[in-house]
C-alpha cells in the first residue's frame, strides 16, 4: 500500500463522527439526552425562584403553591436522574464499541505496517502512545464536546436572564475568558509534549512491574531474590513519570486559579449590580437567589470547564496528529498479508542467489551487508557462522520481504526476488528464529501452526515427529495428551522448559511444505550437545529440503553440505567441514575454541 493511500485523517470532528459510526442509535439518544440535559439548569432556575417566592407568600396565599412547585421540582429531580440513569447506560454501550472499533483498528493496522518499523524506538514509543491512549483520547474528547454543548447552552440561558439587568457582566465574565482559554490551550499542548517525553520511561515501568508482578517470572523473582531492588528501579521510575506529569498539572492549576480571581470579580459585580432590581420590586427574591447560584455555576463553568474543555481538546488535536501519522505509515501489499499454501505443481525451488548485495538498516549508517555473493542449491543443507552483527540474521529478513531497501539483487530460480511478491515468498520459505513464539494453544495447535492452510496432521503421525525429536514421553504424561494446552493462561495449562519449547518450534517448521527451511539460532536454550543431536536429527528427517541454520555453536556443522563463514559484509570462507579444518583459517580458530563443548564425537 502506497503511504498516505486512501487514508482517513482524524480530527475534532471525529471526535463526534467516529461514536456515531460505531453506536448509531446509542450515540444519536445519547446526545439528544445531552441536549434535555443542557436545559435543567434553565428549568430548575424557574422552578426554584417560584418555591422560593411561594415559601415567602405562604402567610398571605397559603401553602397550596408552595407544596404545587415542590411537587413539580420532585417531578423535576425525578425525570433529571431518570435522563442521567439512561446516559449512563448508553455511555457504557456506547464506550465499548467504541473501544472495540478504535482497537481494531489499531490492531489491524500494527499488524499490516511493514517491519521497519518494528526496529524503529520513535516508531514503536508512537506505537505505544496510540495502543495506549486512542480510546481514553476518543472517549474524553467525546464527553468534552457534549460538555462545550451543554455549556453553551446553559450561558445562552443565563445570559438570556441577564441581557436587561447586567448585559456588561456577560461580556465582563466571557472577556476575562478568553486569555484563560489561550492560556489553557498552551498548557494543553505541554501536556501532550510532556506525555511524549515519558514515554520511554512510562514503557521501562511497564516491563518492570512486568517482572516483578507476573506469573511467568515468578521463579527466578524467588531463586534471585531481584523484587526488593527492582522495586526500587520501578518505584524511581514511576516517580520520574509523575513527577513530570505533575510539574505541567501544578503550572497550569497555579495559572488558572490566579486567572479565575478576575472572573470571581466579574460575578460578584454582577451580583452586586442586581441587588436595587431586587430592592425595587422589579425582580423577586426568589428569581435573585436562584441566579445567584446560576451565575456563580458560570464563573465556575468559565474558570474550570472551559478552560479543561480547551486543554483537553487541544490535547486530542495533538495527539490526533501522532495518531495520523502512525496510519500514514507504508503497509505491506495487500496480497501479501495472508500466506498461500506451497503448491508442488506450481513453483520448483532450484536456487537462490545473493549477487552483489549490499545492505544498511535504516537510520544507520554501517553497511551490514557489502557485494555479498552467496549461493543456496536446491536439498542442500547449509550452515551460516561468524560473530554478532555480520549479517547472518540480516540475509533471512532479505529474503522474508522484511526489509527490501538492498542494492545489488537475490535471485531466485534465477529472477529477482523483487519481482516475486511477498506472499509467494512466504510459500518457500519456513523459519524458526532464536525468538520463537510461546503459543498458549494446544500441543496440537501449536505444531500445525506451520502448516496452517493443509489439512489437520492424525494423531499417530503427530505423536512420532514428536517422538522423534524427543517431547513424546512428555506429551503422554499430560492428562489430555496432543489436546492439552500449553503456557500459564489457562487453569490447567502445563508450560514447558526453554528446550521443549525450542524442540516444539523446531517441529513446527518441519512440519511446513515449504522447501526451504530456515532456522535462525532455534537451539540456543538447549545444550552445546543436545543442540547438536536436535540438529542431527533436523537434517536426517528433512534430507529432501534446503536447510539454512544459523548457530554460534558449530558441533553440527559437520553434517552439512557447505559451511559459510560471514563477516566484513561478505563471505570470508566456504567449504565443507573437513575442507575448512584442513584450511586451518577462520573456522579452524571458531571450532577449537568449542571442541570441548561436544567431548568425542
Not at 147 to 159: L, N, P, Q, T, Y
Not at 315 to 344: A, C, G, V
Amino acid at each position: 500500500m502506497e503511504k498516505g493511500k486512501g487514508l482517513k485523517k482524524y480530527n475534532l470532528i471525529s471526535l463526534v463522527s467516529t461514536p456515531l459510526k460505531a453506536a448509531p442509535f446509542a450515540s444519536g439518544v445519547y446526545l439528544l439526552m445531552k441536549a434535555i440535559g443542557a436545559v435543567v439548569p434553565l428549568i430548575a432556575i424557574k422552578l426554584d425562584a417560584g418555591f422560593v417566592d411561594a415559601v415567602l407568600k405562604i402567610k398571605d396565599k397559603g401553602i397550596n403553591k408552595a407544596l404545587f412547585w415542590l411537587i413539580l421540582i420532585a417531578l423535576f429531580i425525578f425525570i433529571s436522574e431518570l435522563v442521567n440513569y439512561i446516559s449512563r447506560l448508553l455511555w457504557e454501550k456506547i464506550e465499548i464499541k467504541l473501544n472495540e472499533e478504535l482497537l481494531i483498528r489499531v490492531s489491524d493496522k500494527t499488524s499490516a505496517v511493514k517491519y521497519k518499523y518494528m526496529e524503529n524506538k520513535e516508531a514503536l514509543d508512537l506505537i505505544s502512545r496510540v495502543n495506549e491512549n486512542i480510546v481514553p483520547y476518543f472517549s474524553e474528547g467525546f464527553l468534552k464536546c457534549l460538555h462545550a454543548f451543554d455549556m453553551a447552552i446553559r450561558v445562552c440561558g443565563i445570559s438570556i436572564i441577564l441581557i436587561n439587568g447586567a448585559w456588561w457582566g456577560i461580556i465582563l465574565i466571557f472577556g476575562f475568558s478568553i486569555p484563560l482559554c489561550i492560556m489553557a490551550q498552551k498548557s494543553g499542548a505541554e501536556h501532550y509534549e510532556a506525555a511524549i517525553s515519558v514515554t520511554e520511561k512510562k514503557r521501562k515501568t511497564e516491563v518492570l512491574n512486568d517482572i516483578l508482578c507476573s506469573k511467568d517470572k515468578e521463579e527466578e523473582r524467588f531463586l534471585f531474590g531481584f523484587s526488593t531492588e527492582l522495586g526500587k528501579k520501578w518505584e524511581e521510575s514511576f516517580k520520574q513519570v509523575c513527577g513530570i506529569q505533575l510539574g505541567v498539572r501544578k503550572k497550569w492549576f497555579i495559572k488558572m486559579k490566579a486567572s479565575g480571581v478576575f472572573v470571581c470579580g466579574a460575578s460578584m459585580l454582577i451580583i452586586v449590580s442586581l441587588l436595587p432590581a431586587v430592592i425595587s420590586g422589579s425582580m423577586n427574591v426568589g428569581l435573585f437567589i436562584s441566579l445567584i447560584n446560576a451565575i456563580l455555576e458560570l464563573m465556575q463553568e468559565t474558570t474550570w470547564g472551559l478552560t479543561e474543555i480547551v486543554d483537553s481538546l487541544t490535547r486530542t488535536n495533538h495527539f490526533f496528529k501522532d495518531l495520523n501519522s502512525f496510519f500514514s505509515w507504508e503497509e505491506i501489499d495487500e496480497k501479501d498479508k495472508n500466506r498461500m499454501p506451497y503448491d508442488k505443481e506450481a513453483f520448483v525451488f532450484k536456487s537462490l542467489v545473493f549477487r552483489n548485495t549490499s545492505f544498511t538498516y535504516p537510520d544507520t549508517k554501517k553497511q551490514v551487508l557489502k557485494n555479498l555473493f552467496l549461493e543456496i542449491r536446491e536439498g542442500k543443507h547449509y550452515a551460516l557462522v561468524g560473530s554478532n552483527g555480520e549479517g547472518k540474521t540480516t540475509i533471512i529478513k532479505l529474503l522474508l520481504g522484511l526489509y527490501d531497501g538492498y542494492g545489488g539483487d537475490i535471485l531466485l530460480n534465477g529472477e529477482s526476488i523483487r519481482k516475486v511478491p511477498v506472499r509467494e515468498r512466504n510459500q518457500i520459505f519456513s523459519v524458526v528464529f532464536q525468538d520463537f513464539v510461546r503459543y498458549s494453544m494446544t500441543v496440537r495447535e501449536n505444531v500445525e501452526l506451520g502448516n496452517i492452510s493443509h489439512k489437520e496432521i492424525k494423531e499417530e503421525e503427530l505423536l512420532k515427529l514428536l517422538d522423534k525429536v524427543g517431547l513424546k514421553n512428555k506429551i503422554d504424561s499430560l492428562s489430555d495428551g496432543v489436546e492439552h494446552v500449553l503456557g500459564k493462561l489457562e487453569k490447567d495449562g502445563q508450560d514447558l522448559s526453554g528446550g521443549e519449547w525450542q524442540k516444539l518450534a523446531i517441529l513446527r517448521a518441519m512440519c511446513s511444505p515449504a522447501p526451504v527451511l530456515l532456522l535462525d539460532e532455534p537451539a540456543s536454550a538447549l545444550d552445546p550437545e543436545s543442540e547438536r543431536d536436535i540438529y542431527y536429527l533436523f537434517l536426517n528427517l528433512m534430507k529432501e529440503k534446503t536447510a539454512v541454520i544459523i548457530s554460534h555453536r558449530l558441533g553440527f556443522t559437520r553434517w552439512v553440505d557447505e559451511i559459510l563463514v560471514l563477516g566484513n559484509g561478505g563471505v570470508l570462507e566456504k567449504g565443507t567441514f573437513d575442507e575448512l579444518i584442513s584450511k586451518k583459517g577462520i573456522f579452524y580458530e571458531m571450532f577449537e575454541s568449542q571442541k570441548k563443548w561436544y567431548g568425542k564425537q
